[in-house]
């Protein structure tokens, strides 16, 4: 499968990666290549341009950074008594991997078809 980033460009990021650390973001790299490829689209050119290694970085940084905070951690509220808690999580990213934030969809619009309109005769 094709990976818009290569792993060194995280491990610039974070410090070195241990294996299983190395294989998580390999499939989290892949996990962002396909979100992007299937926003995109109108495709991606080749060479990969700087902005959407830049989103491609991003995504798979916020799902490595999440550890073992649910992802796309908001907001948590907590009380002391009675004993509540209250967590928001940010829309559309709690299926555990990576995701496409505002802006992250933002920087991508180039490469993505707008609306437009058919004449009906």
């Known amino acids: 499968m094709r990976q818009l980033i290569p792993l060194s460009d995280i491990e610039e990021r974070v410090g070195g990666l241990g294996e299983v650390q190395a ?8 996990d962002a290549t396909a979100h992007i490829e299937a926003f995109c689209t109108k495709g991606i050119p080749d060479p990969v341009p700087d902005r959407v290694k830049l989103v491609c970085r991003r995504m ?4 490595l950074n999440a550890g073992d905070v649910p992802t796309g951690l908001d907001s948590v509220q ?14 559309g ?4 991997g990576t995701w496409l ?6 920087l991508l ?4 078809h707008g609306a437009f309109s058919v004449p009906i005769r």
């Open 60 to 63: 798979v940084l916020r799902a």
């Open 109 to 112: 619009r180039r490469w993505r």
């Open 101 to 106: 934030t505002r802006a992250d969809r933002k």
């Open 23 to 30: 294989l998580e973001a390999e499939d989290l790299i892949e």
């Open 93 to 96: 990213s709690t299926d555990g």
């Open 78 to 91: 907590n009380s002391a008594g009675p004993f509540s808690q209250t967590v928001q999580l940010t829309s």
